[in-house]
């Protein structure tokens, strides 16, 4: 069975400085999808990111941006110019491209501060 | 667009009492619904999936249930709450093509 680890529980970054949240995966499949979802206090799953494992490239959504090393299995979050929204839980996730139904394997999150 | 409901938003029932969530979806066809269960500050516990109606697959054995009546509703039951199943529940689905699921509201379920 596929295994997510978010190993920083928690994190804090400044307002418009950069932070990186870190998501590693165990998998013996080749192909499968990752994400990155957000919530907030309000308790409402949003998906920032999503990354196909077949693609090189990197995933990039306007200030957020992942760092996918499939040899290493890490799936880390960069976002860029820390805004107070930003404050929040982030989930990285692992979806098998051939699994049933589509089911999700979710870490358990990292809950990130944004300091003004 | 598609757009995902989930009722109540907060329920508070005591020990023993029967539990019906209920999730819809709109703006889609044939959808896969999901339920999850959220313990506080703890990632998601994926309880059941349907990937039609009628279809129900569980992940894990507890006293809950789930039923799909129509192909945008998904609802999860109990004939008899315990105090662990207080928690955050969330509904999600996924088009045909599987790739991302989208979620609802969720509900903020006590079980005193």
């Known amino acids: 069975a596929q295994t997510v680890t978010q190993s920083q529980p928690e994190m804090s970054v400044q307002e418009a400085e950069t932070v990186t949240l870190s998501c590693t995966y165990d998998?013996?499949?080749?192909?499968?999808?990752l994400f990155w979802y957000k919530q907030p206090p309000s308790r409402q799953m949003i998906l920032v990111i999503r990354q196909e494992a077949y693609k090189q490239q990197n995933a990039t959504e306007n200030r957020f941006s992942v760092n996918f090393q499939k040899a290493a299995k890490s799936f880390s979050l960069k976002i860029s110019d820390s805004q107070l929204g930003d404050a929040a839980m982030y989930f990285c996730?692992?979806?098998?491209?051939?699994?049933?139904?589509?089911?999700?394997?979710f870490g358990d999150g990292t809950t990130l501060t944004v300091k003004p | 667009s598609q757009t995902i409901h989930q009722w109540p938003a907060t329920l508070v029932q005591p020990v023993g009492s029967p539990l019906s969530l209920e999730c819809t979806v709109e703006?889609?066809?044939?959808?896969?619904l999901y339920w999850y269960r959220q313990a506080a500050g703890r990632g998601l516990q994926l309880l059941f999936y349907s990937v039609g109606i009628g279809q129900i697959s569980s992940e894990v054995p507890q006293n809950l249930s789930a039923s799909r009546p129509q192909d945008r509703q998904f609802i999860l039951s109990s004939k008899k709450l315990l105090l662990s199943d207080s928690g955050f529940y969330l509904c999600?689905?996924?088009?045909?093509?599987?790739?991302?699921?989208?979620f609802g509201p969720g509900t903020r379920l006590l079980v005193l």
């Open positions: 999600a689905w996924a088009g045909t093509n599987q790739e991302t699921q989208y």
């Open positions: 996730a692992y979806r098998s491209f051939n699994t049933n139904a589509g089911k999700s394997t």
């Open positions: 998998t013996s499949e080749s192909d499968y999808y």
């Open positions: 703006g889609t066809s044939n959808p896969n």
